[in-house]
């Protein structure tokens, strides 16, 4: 696929159309440039939505204005003595005021508004020219160009080619998408030249940043970055080309009417011609097509260009691309010079940075764990989470047809989300299970997947202690929608239903207040529970600072010794603007959580948001947060899993893998990019990390790169955390063998399950080590385990349609499609990477002859200029 | 008769020409001039009568005004300057508070709110742009002053003015799609 460079430039042309589009809505455009923006809105729903909904945000604002009322009587009386009295200001004025207005009668205008008269004077020079010949221009087949006539100082205004391309073939009305770039610009002027022979000023007044006048100071510098512009069209009749210049600044409105032809600028600069008539050109359509296509400027029906231009502008299209051989010349230094800054740009951030180790340069270059050499690190230490918000808001985005941004996917929690099938421990608090086998999707040859599984205790439910809870119910008047607050109201039932004689549950509701609803009750006072719940009700605005003060409030004077005591906070987190001190209310939980009362949040009806107030929260209150979008959800979440959500079986749990040199060369682990700890910090209690609560379950997966040959352990799993009930905390250890499986296909279902759970996850990170394998792969072996589903629970299958749907969001499969300047880019940054590594040292010290290293060495940095040379070659301007 | 010639009228001697002026701006006047004053509507008021004290000099001391209006503004932009600098640190706390909400918070999900909310979302995510933002589109909205008058108030160059209103508008647009308020 052809890479097109437009991209960036082309947001350029988006955000300028888009400020012209403002511009409409306020009523400052001249009226024929206002007639394009309707244009483009009939051409373009999606810019005519814009439309609306920017209308909307002015209307909102115009109907937000306060009323002011106006100054007092006093003061109308005041001024109008002022205004009657011929002279003499301090006959009516009291003595300080006197001295107030004199600053105001003599200072201000004099000192502070001088400048007043030079805005001013340049003010009334101002005028929005719209091009006066558009219309005729637009007629197919016909060219035209103008420019602003230069006049005065400030003139000087290049005029940008914008090319609009749009096939028409089988479309009644050509579709007008604006690129703009220098290249597009250059390529113009080919065509310029091809057709009207080769005249000087086409390169410099079409030609790129330099130009041939130099912009003023002011007006002009900006003039130059943006609004004068040339546009092609292909109809069926062949190209038309014209010029736009809205939003031009000409010295005089009646240059307005006096844009002028392709002229010659170093004469209009010296001689300024105000007063110059338009000159038009006249070139059929056919013959300047033709000629271009002749010359190999535009390919005919080239699919490639098409394509090109759809990822240009989205949509179908004939773009003009870039001759082969670059824009040479110095004509065109402008656009030199910037391709060579953007290239030199790229190529200083893949400079290694002061101290940084290849593995961190590896994180920094493409956002995913590198493979560790063993020899070097071979521990590996992270926190273990039990959250799942990562699948689910992804999983929305695909069903939305989107790819969700990258850092959006965690893998861990994909992983996690999905069945993990390890038996729950019968005495400690944490057990564990390892299982090895040859990795399937592993991009390396001979490469294992570690999966180490890691479950918590189940609490029988008559064994689980008495919880007193305090539930904080948002009914602000959003809960209203989609019935969140009735999803609250189902999902305490299902919890209540749960609860025994052990428990007790109070409410407290806030709205733009809070308000307390049940006093602490037993749990099994059902009737009292669901009248109180049926008597809430949505309306007002949120204030969760007042609904979460109460509820410790009261959380703390009813204190349950030896219970779990939660605050658990329902809301759906919009518009939380009660709030002023966001760092008190974390602080509070905090302390509330240091005596014992735990707060689980709980975002309803969120859809695919995530909340980072209810996170934050939770994440001081040493509880979890969930989310609920359903009744099904709701009540998956609250049947039978009181122990799994109040009770903490493990605090602060830490895993550490720590890998044998002697079978393993190296290593990576899967996911759980952003919750690595310091190996150092394994057994520092101080480290805060995950809590898992009873029946919970976390799996961790590491492809191994096993020495050849060697046949023993492949390492050691170290589990660490706090009980519960607090105390001391524990140790674990566990070996990992070579192999639980010598066969990918005779590993445990689960294994397979959590093997393509991962490439699923990693594939939509857009990771550096998912690139060989296909979504379709990935489908078909989540497909072959639905047989892990029950009648309750299909998430299987639910996550093999999910594959599927998004493996029709990659084009023709393929799940690394680089472009030019990608792929170069990549080079680099691999044999940045590898000269890292091998400056770095430490892996090639013993094992390779230092001749071997230099000529390696050697071969990195000729190679890497070569990149660094094509890359500037390559870079668009 | 529009506001140049009500001031040539006052020139020539006509008082009541500068009582019709005073009772076509004062409203928008005072509206900006609380903006810039943080909310206080005295300090306001006496920003915009001195605007107002100040040009009936100017015009008897022969100064010939040709923007009136944006004149006026300018006027009452610098004396709430003034006035602002005088109590700062409130107006900073108070800017720091807006501003702690906003970011505090993602934007909640895509749909309509309930009034009292819209309300309290517009204000929070206006109160969360960069006050100059917030002066443009004061003047805009509130005011009804043109881009060009709005570049004479402010000192921006017209371009910037248009590219700051259409910024602060992009910005909020994105702000209240997120919180369902459009």
Known sequence: MNHDPNIDSNQDEIQKRDELLTRDLLGELHPEVSEEVERW??????????????????????????????????????????????????????????????????????????????????????????????????????????????????????????????????????????????????????????????????????????????????????????????????????????????????????????????????????????????????????????????????????????AAFERNAGRGGLTLGLPADGIEGKDKRGDLEHRISEAERIIAMLHSRPGETPDAMFFRFWGDNPFVAVKLDPLSTFGLDVDTASPRLCGSYIERGLLPPKAAVRTEEFINSNPIGIAAPQKDDLGMNIEVAPSRYSSKEGTRLVRIGIRAREIPDAQRKGLALTVVVDVSGSMKRENRLELVKQSLLTLVSELDGRDSIAIVAFQSTARLVLAPTSATDIDTIVAALGALSPGGSTNVQQGLELGYALALRHFKEGGNNHVALFSDGVANTGITDVDGLLGKTAEAHSMGIDLNSFGVGMGNH???????????????????????????????????????????????????????????????????????????????????????????????????????????????????????????????????????????????????????????RGSYWARSTTLSEVAAEIESLVSLDTRDDTRVRDLGQLVRKAAGLFPGDATWAPNDVDRLVDELKRNRWMRSLLEDGRETRQSAQAEEVRKLADQLRKQNDDLEKRLRELLPG | MDDSALIARFKAGDSGAFDVLVERHQETLLRYARGQCGGSLDAAADAVQEAFLAMIHAVRNGKDILEPIAWLYRVVRNRAFDARRKDRRMIERHQEAARQVATAQEPPPGERLEDEEKRSALRLHFSSLESEVQEILRLKMECNRSYREIATITGHSLAQVSRLIHGGLDHLAQRLRGAGVI
């Open chain 1, 41 to 306: 809105c009939s051409e373009d729903p999606e810019f005519a939505a814009k439309r609306e909904e920017r209308r909307e945000v002015i209307r909102l604002l115009r109907e937000a204005t306060p009323t002011s009322g106006g100054l007092g009587e006093d003061s109308r009386a005041r001024l109008r003595r002022a205004a009657v009295r011929k002279s003499g200001v301090s006959s009516w004025l009291p003595g300080a005021a006197a001295a107030a207005l004199l600053i105001g009668f003599f200072v201000i205008p004099e000192l502070l508004v001088p400048n007043l008269l030079a805005v001013k004077s340049s003010g009334e020079r101002r005028h929005v020219a719209a091009n006066k010949v558009s219309d005729s221009a637009e007629t197919p087949g016909e060219v035209r160009f103008n420019r602003p006539a230069a006049g005065g100082k400030d003139s000087g205004a290049r005029i940008d080619t914008v090319i609009v391309g749009g096939q028409v073939r089988d479309q009644k009305k050509s579709p007008t998408v604006p690129t703009r770039s220098s290249e597009t610009a250059a390529k113009g002027v080919e065509v310029l030249k091809e057709v009207f022979g080769d005249r000087n000023q086409w390169t410099t007044s079409f030609g790129a940043t330099s130009g041939a006048v130099p912009p003023a100071e002011g007006e002009a510098v900006r003039l130059a970055n943006g609004v004068g512009a040339i546009t092609f069209q292909y109809t069926d009749e062949g190209i038309s080309a014209r010029s736009r210049n809205e939003g031009t600044i000409v010295d005089n409105p009646a240059v307005s009417s006096t844009l002028a032809a392709p002229p010659d600028l170093s004469k209009q600069t010296k001689n300024p011609r105000p007063t110059q008539k338009p000159e038009s050109f006249r070139v059929p359509g056919d013959e300047l097509r033709g000629r271009a296509i002749a010359r190999g400027l535009i390919a005919e029906n080239s699919e490639a260009e098409s």
């Open chain 1, 610 to 764: 995530n909340d980072a107030l209810l996170e934050q929260l939770a994440d001081r209150g040493d509880g979890q947060c969930s989310y609920i979008d359903g009744v099904a959800q709701a009540v998956h979440l609250f049947r039978r899993n009181v122990a799994g959500l109040f009770q903490a079986v493990a605090r602060d749990a830490k895993v550490q893998v720590e890998f044998d040199p002697e079978t393993v060369v190296r290593f990576r682990q899967i996911g759980y990019e952003n919750r690595a700890i310091a190996d150092a910090d394994f057994r520092n209690d101080a480290i805060d990390a995950g809590e898992i609560g009873a029946g919970q379950q976390v799996i961790a997966l590491y492809e191994v790169e096993p020495r050849a040959g060697s046949e023993g352990n492949l390492g050691i799993v170290r589990l660490r955390w706090q009980p519960g009930s607090g105390g001391e905390f524990l140790e674990r250890e566990m070996a990992i063998p070579p192999f639980t499986a010598e066969k990918y296909e005779t590993s445990g279902a689960h294994f397979r399950l959590s093997a393509a759970v991962a490439a699923f996850a990693e594939i939509l």
